[in-house]
């Protein structure tokens, strides 16, 4: 069974940095597309990130600027880079992926973000 092995969340105060990663169990060019998702309480989850294969990128409008993905298929990972953090971007990072074959979608346990004001 495929797993998204994500590690990074944690504490920080308004304005600082964290950076999530993803680490799938198979390889990571085993996916068209990777993604990040994150859910703040009492809403629903929305897509923060994505990026393809082809390392084609895409974001949500909030952290245009601020975020950024990439996919390191040497060690088999995909990150988030997060800088200025604001309390808004409090919430559960889901990683998300889906496979290039077999239309499989596969998501990670998830990792808690709070930034404090």
């Known amino acids: 069974q495929v797993q998204l092995l994500e590690s990074g969340g944690g504490l920080v105060q308004a304005g600082g940095s964290l950076t999530l990663s993803c680490t799938p169990s198979?390889?990571?060019?085993?996916?068209?597309?990777m993604a990040w998702y994150r859910q703040a309480p009492e809403k629903q989850r929305e897509l923060v990130a994505s990026i393809t294969l082809g390392r084609s990128t895409n974001y949500a409008d909030p952290v245009k600027g601020r975020f950024t993905i990439s996919r390191d298929n040497a060690k088999n990972t995909m990150s988030l880079q997060m800088d200025i953090l604001k309390p808004e971007d409090t919430g559960i990072y889901y990683c998300?992926?889906?496979?290039?074959?077999?239309?499989?979608?596969?998501w990670g346990q998830g990792t808690q973000v709070t930034v404090s004001s």
């Open positions: 198979i390889k990571i060019y085993d996916f068209k597309r």
């Open positions: 998300n992926a889906d496979s290039l074959l077999g239309a499989m979608e596969y």
